[in-house]
């Protein structure tokens, strides 16, 4: 086997969401999306490797608070300051 060496690697991630049947009050199944586990991993012409996964609810969270605290900070810069007397 000839010996190949890979100048470039893609560091990615991607989520892996997971899946819950639930039963309404008629008796109903339906599916509901949970955020199941985020990957994160190596890419090499299109393949994906996988190096290490974790549970999604926890970073999904972060990233919500993350913009939040963004957006907040980014009103507060652009608010013109009120008229002194």
Avoid: C, W
Avoid at 57 to 77: C, H, M, P, Q, V
């Amino acid at each position: 086997m000839t010996e190949q060496s890979f100048d470039t690697l893609e560091f990615v991630g991607r989520r892996v969401p997971d899946y819950s049947v639930e039963t309404d009050t008629n008796g109903h199944k339906y599916q509901v999306e949970l955020p199941g586990t985020y990957e994160v991993g190596l890419k090499l012409q299109g393949v994906f490797r996988p190096i290490t996964s974790f549970p999604a609810a926890g970073l999904l969270a972060d990233i919500a608070r993350a913009k939040n605290a963004a957006a907040a900070e980014t009103s507060s810069d652009t608010s013109e300051p009120a008229p002194s007397e």
